[in-house]
């Protein structure tokens, strides 16, 4: 009787196991994310940027990096640490810049637009050498250790309640997320639109939000809103795995069997 309900057991976890949605990763945070505003163009007076863009192990700032420990820095403190959002264009945020990372939209009139062609050294940046991108001149004046206060406290910055670290998906056998955003309000809220999932198997399947999320923004909380709240993809056929699992599960089960019998005849 025991050993029936030990096999029953062994049996049960692993039918269990095949039964729920596989994970593509332990961690959010490990999937491959990118986002693009689709509505950038409601703003004309605007120009928004994404910062910091770069940033240290830690997820600080380029500007936090301690001069003295690191004296070489000395000559990079006008470095781009931010990027320049252009509406329908895809931009891709770095893991451990999530936690720091933010929207805010600077005065266009005094932050004007300019191109540059990217080098080597701007590979941080996710630029191409030849790929042309956009920088802030009046913004790159600005150093990095005072960069950091700029954005924190400058009356001309206005930053977006959104924020990257609060991006949870569903977890999907996924490796990959593009969120298409809206900003809405004075306070540039953000506004789920649809969710494009890339799936390990290459297919992709896309979720449309249902409803309004950006209102808590407005509403003067620190909470943003993105297409996390859009459920993740569908799930797909268990397939192999429900036929893996149940081979695992015969083989532990006979094993048991198999040690008690033998535990028996000894006796």
Not at 14 to 31: C, E, K, L, N, Q
Not at 49 to 66: F, I, K
Not at 92 to 106: D, G, N, Q, T
Not at 168 to 174: D, E, Y
Request: glycine letters at 8%.
């Amino acid at each position: 009787m025991r050993l029936g309900l030990v096999a029953a057991a062994v049996a049960g976890a692993f039918a269990s196991m095949a039964m729920a949605p596989r994970v593509g990763r332990a961690d959010p945070r490990d999937i491959a994310y990118s986002y693009e505003i689709e509505n950038l163009d409601a703003y004309p007076d605007k120009v928004f940027v994404a910062w910091p863009r770069t940033c240290g192990s830690t997820g600080d700032p380029l500007g936090a990096v301690s001069l003295q420990l690191n004296p070489d820095w000395v000559s990079r403190l006008h470095d781009v640490d931010y990027e320049v959002l252009v509406k329908g264009a895809r931009h891709e945020v770095l893991s451990y810049c999530r936690r720091k990372m933010r929207i805010f939209a600077l005065p266009a009139a005094a932050f004007q637009r300019v191109s540059r062609t990217a080098t080597a050294d701007d590979a941080a940046l996710g630029k191409k050498p030849g790929e042309s991108y956009f920088v802030l001149p009046a913004l790159d004046k600005i150093d990095l250790q005072q960069r950091m206060a700029f954005f924190e406290s400058d009356a001309r910055v206005v930053a977006s309640p959104f924020r990257f670290d609060e991006v949870v998906h569903a977890t999907r056998p996924f490796r990959a997320v593009h969120d298409v955003l809206r900003l809405e309000g004075a306070k540039f809220s953000v506004v789920p639109v649809r969710a494009v999932y890339t799936n390990d198997d290459g297919t992709s399947d896309t979720v449309e939000a249902a409803g309004d999320a950006g209102a808590a923004g407005d509403a003067g909380t620190d909470a943003g809103a993105s297409a996390s709240t859009v459920p993740g993809p569908p799930a797909h056929d268990l397939g192999t795995r429900w036929v893996f699992a149940a081979a695992i599960a015969g083989i532990l089960a006979g094993g048991l069997i198999a040690h008690y019998r033998k535990k028996r005849a000894l006796m």
